[in-house]
């Protein structure tokens, strides 16, 4: 894969010396965090653009983030849906990473797909915000995802096409190695487990050329055979996962009756700080310390849609 050269980045002198003051991130399951749970995050939620976000806030009150993804939304919807509402909110920094759902589960044209994405990132680079772009990640070693390796390989390439003629800084995940473990991935191989999201933060923050305190963590105990070793274990996976994924995808979309995790720009609060919670929300009622919500749910019965 062709990687294209990008413009010189802003380095920063520490999370505090940073020129941005208002985050928003735009996209589906990936951006929302899903893979990440956090009982005391807006949403159930947490995800590298949370991760990222606590970064970038650190020593700036007046830093404000907002997550506008959701779940299991196709490129169209993103752009329909998500597009106008971030330019209102007059962000300097924006991340948006959309696309994925149309090649897994769509059979997208990348070709197509990418001359929908060019025009929008015009669009916000227009507005003198700094964007942020992410290709996609080498699913070559897993089994059905491996099938689509060349259709995401071609979406990155325009990816990195668009991010050189829009000025945008690229986060490339296929050339990111850690994601090559499986212990990066949720079980149903779609989604980012939390070190995962933690990688992925850590990437975009170098990317940004910020300093930042993500240092890699000690990796969870790796299974004794990788993917290309477990075979015997894809057909319990396929039944587990894949195919009430595929079921879904042929029912009527639904991902339009849901709602973003963060849809204002807001302070953000560090790992382990709860709230602020929206009315509603089931960790409402405990925002004055950490610990599970009186009555939530268990974090790892989130909803898990692309």
């Known amino acids: 894969m062709t990687i294209q050269k990008q413009e010189p980045r802003f380095i920063a002198d520490g999370p505090e010396g940073h020129p941005w003051h208002r985050f928003v991130a735009l996209g589906d399951s990936y951006t929302e965090g899903i893979g990440d749970p956090e009982p005391l995050s807006l949403g159930g939620l947490r995800g590298w653009a949370d991760r990222v976000a606590e970064e970038l806030a650190s ?114 995940l296929w050339c990111l190695p850690e994601l090559q473990h499986a212990s990066m991935w949720d079980p149903d191989r779609l989604h980012l487990s939390p070190l995962g999201h933690h990688a992925v933060a850590a990437a975009t923050l170098d990317a940004l050329g910020v300093e930042h305190a993500l240092k890699p963590l000690q990796p969870r105990p790796l299974p004794a055979h990788g993917w290309t070793q477990a075979r015997a274990e894809d057909l319990v996976w396929a039944r587990q996962y894949f195919m009430p994924w595929v079921l879904k995808q042929l029912r009527p979309h639904q991902a339009d009756a849901l709602a973003a995790k963060r849809p204002q720009p807001g302070p953000v609060f560090g790992q382990g700080l709860p709230g602020p919670f929206p009315p509603g929300h089931p960790a409402k009622g405990s925002e004055m310390g950490p610990g599970p919500a009186a009555g939530g749910p268990d974090a790892r019965a989130v909803n898990r849609v692309a």
């Open 59 to 172: 020593g700036r009150p007046d830093f404000a983030y907002a997550n506008l993804a959701i779940r299991g939304m196709l490129l169209r919807q993103i752009l329909d849906g998500q597009l106008a509402a971030a330019l209102s909110l007059k962000p300097d920094l924006v991340a948006i990473a959309a696309g994925g759902n149309d090649i897994i589960f769509r059979h997208g044209d990348p070709d197509k797909l990418a001359g929908k994405l060019d025009q929008a990132i015009g669009t916000l680079a227009a507005t003198g915000a700094t964007v942020l772009l992410f290709a996609g990640p080498d699913w070559g070693n897993t089994p059905v995802f491996g099938k689509i390796r060349g259709r995401v390989a071609i979406y990155n390439e325009h990816l990195h096409t668009i991010g050189a003629r829009h000025h945008t800084i690229m986060v490339d």
